[in-house]
């Protein structure tokens, strides 16, 4: 096992983790925290070891998908709440996959949550807490250089493998993977998933129960959201 790399300056804080730089300039250290926000910050919390199991869950997802041939940011997990990142530069375009309506498009449609897609859906939003993350089409990035064409066509067919392969492995787990947010960047040149694919960033029912194991707990005070954390952990760990 190589040695840690020291942590350099933190040249970023977000919502859920800091960024650190290294002395590899390609490498960064990310650390995840237990702070928790919802509806563009305006809701604000913390959820006890969510660090730990996001990290963790992140690790298993992104070893699962670069063995299926995903591209991914991941090096290796550094300790419980670190990991060792290729640094990159981040498409500002969020990538949403839905195989059930939840959240939002219940919402924006008028769609009752719940209803199974007849395939699943990829929407782009463009990555801007000013406004809120506003839903775009594929013209709005191209024609304001967040993303070209090329760029796009490999992030779809990227998020689209990642439903396939998650929505398998989760299935197995008896979980329902109703939908889930990625992020990707440029790394010499290559179109890399970022970010990370956990409880907050994914929505997880229970097949048999239809229990929410996800940030929705937190986003709509159901209770026992740590525990639900803990679970998904478990079910992907097994
Ligand atoms: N999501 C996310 N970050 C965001 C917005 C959404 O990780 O800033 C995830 C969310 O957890 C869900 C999916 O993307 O799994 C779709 O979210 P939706 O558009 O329904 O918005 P929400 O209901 O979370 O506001």
Redesign the pocket.
């Known amino acids: 096992m190589d040695t840690n790399p020291e942590k350099l300056e933190m040249f970023y804080e977000g919502k859920a983790k800091k960024l650190y730089a290294t002395a590899d300039p390609d490498l960064v250290i990310a650390y995840f925290k237990d702070d928790a926000t ?3 910050a305006k809701k604000r919390g913390t959820i006890e070891d969510k660090g730990v199991v996001n990290n963790r869950m992140s690790e298993l997802f992104f070893l699962m998908l670069e063995r299926e041939g995903v591209r991914t940011h991941f090096v290796r997990r550094l300790d419980d709440r670190e990991m060792l990142c290729k640094r990159l530069d981040i498409v500002p375009v ?1 990538v ?1 996959v ?1 195989n059930i309506v ?6 924006r449609l008028g769609r009752e949550e719940g209803e199974a897609l007849r395939h699943p859906v990829v ?1 782009f ?1 463009y990555k801007c807490d000013a406004l809120d ?1 506003p ?1 775009i089409i594929a013209d709005h990035a191209i024609v304001f250089g967040w993303a070209t064409q090329t760029e796009l066509n490999t992030i779809h067919e990227s998020a689209m493998r990642v439903n396939d392969i998650l929505s398998r492995f989760l299935d197995q787990r008896g979980v329902i993977l ?4 990625l992020e990707f960047g440029r790394h010499h040149g290559a179109i890399l998933l970022g970010d990370e694919i956990c409880p ?4 997880f029912w229970d097949k048999a129960t239809r229990k929410k194991l ?3 707990r937190f ?1 709509r005070d159901l209770g026992d959201v740590e525990g639900a954390y803990h679970e998904m952990l478990r079910r992907v760990e097994s």
Do not use: I, P, Q
């Open positions: 919802a509806f563009n969020e949403v839905r939840a959240g939002s498009m219940a919402k929407e939003y993350d839903l109703v939908d889930f947010k907050d960033t994914c929505r996800d940030k929705d986003r």
